[in-house]
Nanobody, 115 residues
Framework: QVQLAESGGGLVQPGGSLRLSCAASRSIFSNYEMGWYRQAPGKQRELVASITRGGSTNYADSVKGRFTISRDNAKDTVYLQMNSLKPEDTAVYYC?????????WGQGTQVTVSS
């Protein structure tokens, strides 16, 4: 049973935008803070942004001012709006609860920023 499903990745030019979506099961979405994470080639997975059930947000310094995390409680979905993308944002992006739990890692969605 898939409990978290990411979508919305793709290839985009530097300076472009993408919006990622994560559909979560109700049992997860209603009980946890949610986070977006990413893993670039050869690097450890890192937290990009998190959001509480009440909507308070937190961002990694590298994405502040460019990325926005949000959640739609009616749709059990978390979003990551990514603007002004840079080549160093290239990575596989995952959603998970925050703090993350191993059992909830999914396949992720690839984001490639390149001209």
């Amino acid at each position: 049973q898939v409990q978290l499903a990411e979508s919305g990745g793709g290839l985009v030019q530097p300076g472009g935008s993408l919006r990622l979506s994560c559909a979560a099961s109700r049992s997860i979405f209603s009980n946890y803070e949610m986070g977006w994470y990413r893993q670039a080639p050869g690097k450890q997975r890192e937290l990009v942004a998190s959001i509480t059930r009440g909507g308070s947000t937190n961002y990694a310094d590298s994405v502040k001012g460019r990325f926005t995390i949000s959640r739609d409680n009616a749709k059990d979905t978390v979003y990551l709006q990514m603007n002004s993308l840079k080549p160093e944002d290239t990575a596989v992006y995952y959603c998970n609860v925050f703090p993350s739990r191993r059992i909830y890692w999914g396949q992720g969605t690839q984001v490639t920023v390149s001209s």
